[in-house]
């Protein structure tokens, strides 16, 4: 890639450029932190928050298209790139006096329906907040039909070429075997002895029962429009993780960004959007954003303890550690400014500056796909998420469907024996008893569930928001509660938490451990969310451009 | 366990969707004594939350134009009702024709619905591209317009009638399924459920795709088929399109949400039952894209944000079926909408509560008692367009 020429593209009216490799999230942030976005209802500033193309936070427009993730997209060299969802921009948007007029939120539910007369003037002025970018422009898309879709057929496919992934892949090809490694990243290093497709994987499927096909479809996209049709006959599931976000006043606000935020933003040549991270969490996770950019870091907050290789790693670099924190809001307008906490144990309120919040004290598994497939799960209490039920050898109750890696809740360390004892299951080895591998805890305690019921007792401040993609507050998720609907999926419908753009992957687990505190059940008892496709938002372009008669099962 | 706290009540609903809802709803307000509704999921689980919304008054025959206008005068006041706005929003369905046969026949309807006295409009294809800006040229000869016809939320109505009737004295018992109905001397006397037996000298089969099975499992069968239909939502954007868009030929339907996702389907003739679960299909991903970007290609770069599926409770003439099985007194029928109960709802129960009363109700039995299923004659009419 070194030598290769960078990417010029118009960013509204300045010009601007990407070198090579760099998505426009990364050039974007060169500026500084980037403004791209507001918020659906109140129009609250928005910035970049997850980093791994789920969120609503770097939405922009390119070349006329709505709603492209800037940090999954590679620019081009002309390309114009547009803000949207705000007047005059981002940073001062005329509607975000929304979020001052109705400090208590907006009740959309039992709201508008008086004076009746006034039906009209209410439905043409809530209709134009809401949306996002603004429907393509006639006759301009598409300027090029999108290419023909990738169909492969393969024995082995395996989603996902992380490091569990690939380790499968290894002993795969050392047995003979030539997987197909379906990967999420734009630009994946090759695989020894298998085949690399870069494509995000949306749906999942086995195949029907009772028609003597055995045989999975999976259906995906490389960016931005590509149809990706995958038949295999074994599916080895190693989609990761991903780092979940947590609930407090502001906890919206630009400069809020998870671990895997942090580092979409932290360019591979040591640059840095904020210079005094506060950095939430105790655990590995931690330890690995202190790797990266631990120069940047002002300060390591923990809603629980904090786990020894980060206490001393903390205190080699003189980094401050308050283990047992409640933070209670971020403040600062647009971008956050400090964070206010107070210690679990009693004790006064204080207040760290910061230009940035990571949040990196909770791994959840990237389980849609699992649950898509019909997959038996079963809540595991430590992490507090749901998992696959895993034989020994690694098969979940879908036969010819393993998990491996993080999806799977098998501990870092018994990641490799996972992947060898996978690969032997799919090359046919006869399962010889073997002890299961150690995961995640089964059992509680939960420590964020524990964190969480001592906050509910307590007065809040700010905004506490609980589905950032919809704008759903926290005290409307307990409302819905007082009025008496129960269970995850009745909350979902009844507020919107989960309904948006990042298919509930930051809004659900949170609201799952305050559904189970408000209704006083476990949280299996409140449910979980029924997981539709496709696992990420997929252009129609795409799914427009399927075979008729595709190779694979056609569902049910 | 949750459960009914009485042993008998008056009435026993079964299926607490819209339309065993609205019928508990016009029961309490009409005093029928205690009415329990019993659903074997959870709220909005069913059909009613699975929908797209769609409200329209232009059928093929009389008493569904009619039944359809008194339903969105229904849903014009639910709000002030109910206390939840459900969005209403009066902007039109538009049938489109690809061919003059289908504009033909299109034209028929609004000739019905003109003489009901709506607004219906003939769109030369001009007007039709005026209203579906970015539409393919060529892609339709015509269409039909009512602007009365609208979209809703179907959320908040399940919310609103509830709690309206719960205030009103209604036990409403979740996540308890009915395993049976058990009659004496040719008249219902109890329903057999998971959490014991219940009596009622009434029970209203409202269970929507289950309907049929419940009919069933009272010895009443009826040749309801329950048929799965899938449906997606797009990323929302910014308004673009006012009405419903609905394709004769194919059931391909489309409009644009409040909050700015365009929702739709096609029809697609595949599976039927309720044992196959509602899964959402490749194939139907493929063919709901395709048809849409084909008729409107500058949608081709949104996204999908999620498919669902549910299921159509359907009747061989397209016509619900309303009133008291005429095999078991006390049984009434409150199903077969074909994926139209929610557009139906308000009206259609107002008849089903009388006839749980045991009151004459005003809809030809020919074409919606039950009764009509045991005879061997023909149909006197067909509802034919279940699109949309």
Excluded at chain 1, 229 to 243: F, I, M, N, P, Q
Excluded at chain 2, 154 to 180: D, H, I, Q, S, T
Excluded at chain 2, 241 to 252: F, I, K, N, T, Y
Aim: aromatic content about 8%; proline content about 8%.
């Amino acid at each position: 890639m070194a030598g290769a020429p960078e990417r010029r593209f118009f960013f509204g009216r300045a010009r601007r450029s990407a070198r090579p490799g760099e998505t426009l999230l990364d050039a974007l942030a060169r500026g500084g932190w980037p403004a791209l976005q507001r918020s659906i209802r109140y129009h609250r500033p928005r910035g970049p928050f997850c980093g791994v193309g789920y969120c609503t936070g770097c939405l922009v427009r390119v070349n006329g298209r709505p709603n492209v993730r800037a940090c999954r997209y590679v620019p081009t060299d002309g390309d114009r790139v547009a803000t949207e969802n705000s007047w005059p921009s981002p940073r001062f948007d005329v509607l975000g006096a929304i979020d001052f007029l109705f400090p208590h939120g907006i009740d959309t539910l039992h709201g508008f329906v008086r004076p009746r007369w006034a039906t009209r003037a209410y439905h043409r002025v809530v209709r134009r907040l809401a949306g996002y970018g603004a429907a393509p422009e006639v006759g301009r898309t598409p300027p090029t039909p999108p290419p023909p879709p990738v169909r492969r057929t393969v024995d082995v496919a395996i989603v996902g070429g992380g490091v569990a992934g690939r380790a499968v892949a290894a002993h795969l090809a050392h047995g003979g075997a030539h997987p197909l490694v379906v990967d999420r990243a734009l630009a994946p290093e090759p695989v020894a002895g298998g085949e690399l497709l870069a494509s995000t994987t949306v749906t999942f499927l086995p195949a029907p029962v009772g028609t003597g096909d055995h045989r999975f479809t999976l259906l995906g996209f490389e960016e931005p429009d590509r149809g990706v049709e995958v038949t295999a006959r074994t599916v080895v599931l190693a989609s990761g993780g991903y780092d979940a976000a947590l609930l407090f006043g502001g906890n919206d606000r630009p400069g809020v960004v998870t671990a895997d935020g942090a580092f979409a933003l932290c360019g591979r040549d040591g640059r840095r959007p904020f210079r005094r991270a506060v950095v939430v969490g105790g655990g590995d996770r931690v330890g690995e954003v202190l790797d990266r950019f631990g120069d940047a870091v002002a300060a390591v907050v923990a809603p629980g303890g904090i786990s020894p290789p980060v206490v001393r790693r903390a205190s080699d670099e003189g980094i401050p550690l308050y283990p047992r924190s409640r933070i209670r809001s971020a403040a600062g307008r647009g971008r956050v400014r400090s964070l206010t906490l107070e210690p679990r144990g009693g004790g006064a309120r204080f207040v760290l500056s910061c230009d940035a919040v990571v949040l990196a004290h909770r791994r959840l598994p990237t389980s849609q796909l699992l649950f898509q497939a019909g997959a038996r799960m079963e809540w595991r209490g430590g992490p507090g998420a749901y998992y696959p039920v895993l034989a020994p050898s690694g098969e979940t109750s879908v036969p010819g469907l393993y998990a491996v890696g993080d999806v799977a809740g098998i501990l870092a360390d018994a990641n490799e024996r996972a992947a060898e004892r996978v690969a032997a299951a799919v090359l046919g080895a006869p399962a010889s008893g073997e002890e299961p591998l150690p995961r995640v805890a089964l059992e509680g305690p939960n420590e964020l569930e524990g964190y969480y019921r001592e906050l509910a007792s307590l007065p809040r401040s700010g905004r506490w928001v609980a589905c950032a993609c919809e704008d759903v507050l926290l005290h409307e998720v307990e409302e819905a509660h007082a009025r008496g609907y129960r269970g995850i999926e009745v909350i979902k419908r009844y507020t919107g938490v989960g309904t948006g753009l990042c298919q509930g992957r930051y809004c659900l687990p949170d609201a799952l451990l305050v559904l189970s505190i408000l209704e006083g059940r476990p949280a299996p008892e409140v449910g979980y969310i029924t997981q539709r496709p496709p696992a990420v938002p997929t252009p129609l372009a795409a799914f427009a451009a399927m075979a008729d008669s595709p190779t694979g099962p056609e569902g049910a | 366990m949750n459960g009914p706290t009485r042993s008998a009540y008056r009435v026993i609903v079964v299926g607490a969707g819209i339309v065993g809802l609205y019928t508990a709803y016009h029961l309490a307000r009409a005093g029928a004594g205690p009415v329990l509704v019993v659903d074997r999921g959870f709220l909005s689980s069913g059909a009613s939350g699975r929908n797209g919304g769609g409200v329209r008054q232009q059928w093929e025959t009389r008493a569904t134009v009619r039944l359809a206008r008194e339903s969105v005068a229904a849903y014009r006041r639910f709000g002030t009702e109910f206390g939840y706005n459900v969005w209403f929003r009066q902007s039109g369905y538009l049938f489109v024709a690809e061919t003059e046969a289908e504009l033909a026949r299109l034209r028929g309807v609004h000739e019905l619905v003109v003489s009901e006295g709506l607004p219906s409009e003939v769109l030369d294809a001009a007007a039709v591209a005026r209203r579906v800006e970015g539409i393919a040229p060529g892609a339709v000869v015509g269409g039909t317009y009512l602007a009365t016809d609208g979209t809703l939320y179907p959320f908040p109505a399940v919310w609103g009638l509830y709690e309206a009737v719960r205030a009103l004295g209604v036990e409403v018992v979740l996540g308890v399924e009915v395993l049976g109905v058990e009659a004496s001397a040719g008249r219902v006397a109890a329903v057999t459920t998971r959490s014991g037996r219940v009596e009622a000298p009434t029970v209203v089969n409202a269970a929507g795709g289950w309907s049929g099975e419940l009919s069933g499992r009272a010895g009443l069968a009826v040749p309801n088929v329950a048929t799965r239909h899938e449906i997606f939502a797009t990323e929302p954007l910014k308004p673009f399109l006012d009405p419903m868009v609905v394709r004769a030929s194919d059931g391909l339907y489309f409009s644009q949400t409040m909050r700015g996702e365009i929702v739709g389907g096609i029809t697609l003739r595949d599976g039927a039952g309720v044992a196959g679960g509602m899964p959402s299909s490749p194939r139907f991903l493929r063919e709901m894209s395709r048809a849409l970007v084909r008729l409107v290609p500058r949608l081709g770069s949104v996204g999908v944000l999620r498919a669902w599926s549910g299921f159509y409770d359907d009747t061989p003439d397209g016509f619900p079926v309303i009133g008291e099985d005429p095999r078991c007194g006390g049984f009434v029928h409150a199903n077969g909408f074909g994926g139209h109960g929610f557009m139906l709802a308000p009206a259609a129960t107002l008849r089903v509560a009388r006839a749980a009363m045991g009151e004459p109700i005003d809809l030809d039995p020919a074409l919606v008692s039950p009764a009509r299923f045991l005879s061997n004659d023909r149909p006197p009419s067909v509802e034919r367009l279940q699109l949309g």
